[in-house]
Protein backbone atom coordinates (compact mmCIF):
# COMPACT_ATOMS: atom_id res chain seq x y z
CA UNK A 1 0.00 0.00 0.00
CA UNK A 2 1.17 3.61 -0.67
CA UNK A 3 0.10 6.50 1.23
CA UNK A 4 -0.23 10.02 0.27
CA UNK A 5 -0.64 12.69 2.78
CA UNK A 6 -2.05 16.18 2.02
CA UNK A 7 -3.61 19.43 3.77
CA UNK A 8 -0.38 20.78 5.67
CA UNK A 9 0.40 24.19 5.81
CA UNK A 10 1.01 27.44 7.74
CA UNK A 11 -1.96 29.01 10.22
CA UNK A 12 -1.40 30.93 13.51
CA UNK A 13 -2.33 29.53 16.67
CA UNK A 14 -5.73 29.08 17.36
CA UNK A 15 -6.65 27.86 13.67
CA UNK A 16 -7.59 24.43 12.18
CA UNK A 17 -6.46 22.11 9.35
CA UNK A 18 -7.44 18.58 8.15
CA UNK A 19 -4.98 16.73 6.82
CA UNK A 20 -6.26 13.85 4.49
CA UNK A 21 -4.12 10.52 4.01
CA UNK A 22 -4.90 8.55 0.59
CA UNK A 23 -4.46 5.25 0.21
CA UNK A 24 -3.44 3.59 -3.18
CA UNK A 25 -4.62 0.25 -2.27
CA UNK A 26 -7.67 -1.77 -2.98
CA UNK A 27 -7.73 -3.07 0.72
CA UNK A 28 -7.83 -0.27 2.66
CA UNK A 29 -10.41 -0.92 4.38
CA UNK A 30 -8.65 -3.55 6.12
CA UNK A 31 -6.02 -1.66 7.54
CA UNK A 32 -6.02 0.41 11.21
CA UNK A 33 -4.74 3.83 10.36
CA UNK A 34 -2.39 6.40 12.86
CA UNK A 35 -0.78 9.54 12.71
CA UNK A 36 2.35 10.41 13.90
CA UNK A 37 4.36 13.80 14.14
CA UNK A 38 7.87 14.35 14.34
CA UNK A 39 9.40 17.56 15.21
CA UNK A 40 13.05 18.92 14.40
CA UNK A 41 15.21 17.55 16.81
CA UNK A 42 12.33 15.29 18.25
CA UNK A 43 11.47 11.93 18.53
CA UNK A 44 8.62 10.76 16.41
CA UNK A 45 5.26 10.61 18.13
CA UNK A 46 2.01 9.22 18.39
CA UNK A 47 -1.00 11.45 17.58
CA UNK A 48 -4.34 9.09 16.99
CA UNK A 49 -5.42 6.02 15.44
CA UNK A 50 -9.00 4.51 14.09
CA UNK A 51 -9.30 1.09 13.58
CA UNK A 52 -10.33 -0.64 10.11
CA UNK A 53 -14.45 -0.12 10.47
CA UNK A 54 -14.05 3.38 12.48
CA UNK A 55 -15.56 1.70 15.33
CA UNK A 56 -12.32 2.66 17.70
CA UNK A 57 -9.91 5.77 17.83
CA UNK A 58 -7.13 6.42 19.99
CA UNK A 59 -5.32 9.65 21.06
CA UNK A 60 -2.29 11.16 22.26
CA UNK A 61 -3.12 12.90 25.72
CA UNK A 62 -1.54 16.10 24.02
CA UNK A 63 -3.81 16.43 20.97
CA UNK A 64 -7.18 15.25 22.88
CA UNK A 65 -10.56 17.15 22.55
CA UNK A 66 -8.44 19.05 19.49
CA UNK A 67 -8.00 16.84 16.87
CA UNK A 68 -10.29 14.38 15.41
CA UNK A 69 -9.28 10.98 13.39
CA UNK A 70 -11.77 9.66 11.03
CA UNK A 71 -11.76 7.52 7.81
CA UNK A 72 -13.82 7.23 4.61
CA UNK A 73 -13.30 3.33 3.58
CA UNK A 74 -15.37 4.26 0.03
CA UNK A 75 -13.00 6.43 -0.64
CA UNK A 76 -9.37 4.92 0.78
CA UNK A 77 -8.58 8.12 2.75
CA UNK A 78 -8.13 8.62 6.38
CA UNK A 79 -8.40 12.18 7.96
CA UNK A 80 -7.01 14.38 10.67
CA UNK A 81 -9.02 17.46 11.85
CA UNK A 82 -6.99 19.48 13.83
CA UNK A 83 -8.66 22.58 16.21
CA UNK A 84 -7.34 24.96 18.62
CA UNK A 85 -3.57 24.51 16.85
CA UNK A 86 -0.82 25.44 18.88
CA UNK A 87 3.34 26.45 18.18
CA UNK A 88 3.67 23.06 19.55
CA UNK A 89 1.80 20.94 16.89
CA UNK A 90 4.44 22.28 14.14
CA UNK A 91 5.98 19.03 13.14
CA UNK A 92 5.79 16.56 9.95
CA UNK A 93 2.86 15.14 10.13
CA UNK A 94 2.63 10.97 8.52
CA UNK A 95 -0.25 8.96 8.31
CA UNK A 96 0.69 5.00 8.79
CA UNK A 97 -1.03 1.62 8.29
CA UNK A 98 -0.89 -1.59 10.02
CA UNK A 99 -3.04 -4.54 12.06
CA UNK A 100 -3.57 -3.54 15.11
CA UNK A 101 -4.85 -0.67 16.79
CA UNK A 102 -1.63 0.83 18.46
CA UNK A 103 0.45 4.15 19.28
CA UNK A 104 3.55 2.13 18.85
CA UNK A 105 5.28 3.20 15.36
CA UNK A 106 7.05 -0.07 14.68
CA UNK A 107 3.78 -2.03 14.61
CA UNK A 108 2.65 -0.30 11.26
CA UNK A 109 3.69 -1.35 8.26
CA UNK A 110 3.60 1.38 5.44
CA UNK A 111 4.33 5.32 6.00
CA UNK A 112 3.82 8.26 4.03
CA UNK A 113 6.18 10.84 2.99
CA UNK A 114 4.77 13.30 5.85
CA UNK A 115 3.31 16.77 5.53
CA UNK A 116 4.30 19.94 7.09
CA UNK A 117 2.04 21.74 9.53
CA UNK A 118 3.58 25.00 11.08
CA UNK A 119 1.66 27.25 13.62
CA UNK A 120 2.67 30.40 14.45
CA UNK A 121 2.26 32.16 17.48
Known amino acids: AQLEESGGGLVQSGGSLRLSCAAS????????MGWFRQAPGKEREFVAA????????LYADSVKDRFTISRDNRRDTAYLQMDNLKPEDTAVYYC???????????????WGQGTQVTVSS
Open 96 to 110: AAGTALTSRPREYDY
Open 25 to 32: TQTFSSFD
Open 50 to 57: INWSGGRV
